[in-house]
């Protein structure tokens, strides 16, 4: 195992070339997996224009808008670890909408709001036969969704604790738990260690 330190932009630059090159002329289902303090939404998003560029046509979809409903979320109180880890996403509305909808070609990029506690009402999004679906957030691999290209970002035990905001610490023994059952590190597609944002590190096989 290789760890070779690389700055953001380059890092957005090889991922694009890499996902824009993966699957031609079919869509694909792109999984961009960590904990908040990683940074997988701004990942994801980094990653739309210049996969344009490349000719694919991307779309970022934030899990955070496919939570479930707070009774339902909070159902064993707001900060229990577990409940958070096994019961806040709602991974049958982002397979159905999302990630295999009947129609490929319309996706929908949010179901529900979870500082309303609403359904967002989010209109439904194009998406070309060649198109590019990135699906951010935690949690998502090893589970019931599926993804053609998995990248998971990883923290080191004490970075993750050192960089989530104090009033989200309860949610730290979540991923551990993760990292110990499901270990995404072990087997996705693109591993990136993500202890200082700032500075990212591509995980490779040596």
Do not use: C
């Amino acid at each position: 195992m290789m760890i070779r330190p690389i700055s953001p932009a380059k890092l957005v630059a090889e991922l694009a070339d890499r996902l824009a090159a993966d699957a031609p002329g079919g869509r694909l289902r792109v999984a961009v997996d960590g904990p908040a303090s990683a940074g997988p939404d701004p990942l994801a998003a980094a990653l739309v224009d210049p996969l344009r560029v490349r000719g694919r046509a991307a779309v970022h979809v934030p899990a955070s808008g496919f939570l479930r409903p707070a009774s339902l979320r909070f159902e064993f109180g707001r900060h229990n670890p577990d409940a958070f880890y096994e019961g806040w996403l709602d991974e049958a509305g982002l397979m159905r909408e999302v990630l295999d909808p009947v129609d490929p070609g319309r996706i929908l990029p949010s179901l529900w709001d979870p500082v309303t506690d609403r359904a967002t009402r989010a209109p439904y999004r194009e998406l070309p036969a060649d198109g590019i679906v990135l699906v951010s957030g935690q949690f998502l691999l090893g589970g019931l969704l599926a993804f053609d290209v998995a990248v998971h970002l990883t923290q080191s035990a004490a970075a993750l604790a050192r960089r989530t905001p104090a009033s989200e610490l309860w949610t730290v023994p979540a991923f551990a738990r993760y990292d110990d059952e499901v270990a995404p590190a072990t087997f996705a597609d693109v591993v990136v260690r993500m202890d200082d944002p700032r500075h990212p590190a591509l995980v490779e096989n040596a």
